[in-house]
């Protein structure tokens, strides 16, 4: 069956903007994680929905947000982008929202902030 | 913060196992044992996890002391395609994610 789906898988901004990343999650997922990865900082958790509800929530500023919708499919946000904000964002989709449990992994949006 | 103590590199000849130890001193009863790998520019992939026993798939080895404060991770015959970084994660059930340290890098050599 189909894996994680991100789109885009890369793209450009500049300060400023705002940028919307998509995850489609394996079909009858019904949870949806992301992180984010940068060189500095590593793997680090952002949020985690489950059933449309945002189940928890990492160490970001508000300007990072999310959803899900009734399909499982998620989005994230982050507006007001610093150069900062760039990075590799991962999306992951399990059965069951928290372990045990294995983690799907998508490839992966890259975000360049400039 | 993560809860495992892993060597931050390691290397291995092909064909050999690569045994890639984690340590945990701070497990809890209720909490699992994940590894997982990422190969460069791809998505990390789930590799096994457990709690209390050993654990065996068509991927790999995982040992576990009967103290639960540390673990193995064994490729039985890496290949160069084993090349990656690979994370050892202690979480328990229930809503918690997943917390990424710094993990190994291995490195298999030809």
């Known amino acids: 069956k189909a894996g994680v789906t991100q789109t885009p898988r890369y793209l450009i901004k500049t300060r400023g903007q705002q940028v919307t990343l998509s995850c489609s999650p394996i079909?009858?997922?019904?949870?949806v994680s992301w992180y984010q990865q940068t060189p500095g900082q590593g793997l680090q958790f952002l949020f985690e929905?489950?059933?449309?509800?945002?189940?928890n929530k990492g160490n970001f500023p508000g300007r990072f947000s999310g959803r899900q919708f009734s399909n499982s499919r998620s989005e994230m946000n982050v507006s007001t982008l610093e150069l900062g904000d760039s990075a590799l964002y991962l999306c992951?989709?399990?059965?069951?929202?928290?372990?045990?449990?294995?983690?799907?992994f998508g490839e992966g949006s890259r975000l360049t902030v400039l | 913060d993560a809860k495992t103590t892993q060597p931050p590199s390691m290397d291995c000849a092909e064909g050999r196992a690569a045994n890639l130890p984690c340590n945990h001193s701070?497990?809890?009863?209720?909490?699992?044992v994940y590894w997982y790998r990422q190969i460069h520019s791809q998505g990390p992939q789930y590799i096994i996890h457990?709690?209390?026993n050993n654990e065996t798939n068509e991927m790999a080895s995982l040992i576990i002391t009967e103290d639960r404060k540390s673990s193995t991770l064994i490729l039985p015959h890496a290949t160069l395609r084993d090349t990656a970084v690979y994370y050892c994660?202690?979480?328990?059930?229930?809503?918690?994610?997943?917390?990424f340290g710094k993990g190994t890098r291995l490195s298999v050599i030809a």
């Open positions: 992951a989709s399990s059965t069951l929202a928290g372990g045990p449990g294995e983690l799907f």
């Open positions: 079909s009858g997922h019904r949870s």
């Open positions: 929905y489950f059933s449309e509800t945002q189940r």
């Open positions: 701070t497990i809890s009863g209720n909490e699992y």
């Open positions: 457990g709690l209390k």
């Open positions: 994660i202690v979480s328990g059930t229930g809503n918690t994610p997943l917390v």
